[in-house]
């Protein structure tokens, strides 16, 4: 069982918008930074967003997050089959002192 | 090219040890702290261990606490994973991972660079 709580699955049709939520502890999330992960099938994970909000040079504006509290969602709009993937919330746990992440979401582009 | 290529997985004993490999290059490999994710078959990430750039400080999941070993060689730019006491839960792709900034400060540990993974199976 994760430390991180991530819907299972999620899905939407093409053009439209969807968001992940991600929930935690004050121990990871409520007081640490959040990141973002996309893993397309077959494929090693990718950051997405990183500081909460931020996104590494490449990634598209069409995905955002924010943070509050405890929790965390990742948004994607305009939705394409190409982001069908498993997504991966992650943060530090301060009480563990070491990483954690989200069991993960698949999202279905219908 | 910016890549991390890892090695030394495959079929081992329940109790037994195997070492994790992961050659890193095209960056200031003792700049940044370094991890290991993995990924049992059709499950999720976990976050398994990692160090410091200078290699002085480790962290370890509680299921890697006291039977792995992270350490780093900057000298020959490459990162290892010592896995002894092994049981079939940990059976999966072991990815080595770079942190995003050369940062000590744990908060700001993401990955953003992964390598193709190498698979570890536990198994009599």
């Known amino acids: 069982q994760s430390v991180l709580t991530q819907p299972p699955s999620v899905s939407a049709a093409p053009g439209q918008k969807v968001t992940i939520s991600c929930s935690g502890s004050?121990?990871?999330?409520?007081?640490?930074?959040v990141s973002w992960y996309q893993q397309l099938p077959g494929t090693a994970p990718k950051l997405l967003i990183y500081?909460?909000?931020k996104r590494p040079s490449g990634i598209p504006d069409r995905f955002s997050a924010s943070k509050s509290g405890t929790s965390a969602t990742l948004g994607i709009t305009g939705l394409q089959t190409g982001d069908e993937a498993d997504y991966y919330c992650?943060?530090?746990?301060?009480?563990?002192?070491?990483?954690?992440f989200g069991g993960g979401t698949k999202l279905t582009v219908l | 090219d910016v890549q991390l290529l890892e090695s030394g997985g495959g079929l081992v004993q329940p109790g037994g040890s195997l070492r994790l490999s992961c050659a890193a290059s095209?960056?200031?490999?003792?700049?940044?702290?370094m991890g290991w994710v993995r990924q049992a078959p059709g499950k999720g990430l976990e976050w398994v261990s990692a160090?410091?750039?200078?290699?002085?400080?480790?962290y370890y999941a509680d299921s890697a606490k006291g039977r792995f070993t992270i350490s780093r060689d900057n000298s020959k730019n490459t990162l290892y994973l010592l896995m002894s006491s092994l049981r079939a839960e940990d059976t999966a792709l072991y990815y080595c991972?770079?942190?995003?900034?050369?940062?000590?400060?744990?908060?700001?540990?993401?990955?953003?660079?992964w390598g193709r993974g190498t698979l570890v199976t536990v198994s009599s």
């Open positions: 991972a770079k942190v995003l900034v050369a940062t000590m400060t744990t908060a700001y540990w993401y990955f953003d660079l």
């Open positions: 095209g960056f200031t490999f003792s700049n940044f702290p």
């Open positions: 160090i410091s750039g200078g290699g002085d400080d480790t």
């Open positions: 004050s121990s990871n999330i409520g007081n640490n930074f």
């Open positions: 500081d909460n909000n």
């Open positions: 992650g943060t530090w746990d301060t009480s563990l002192s070491a990483g954690v």
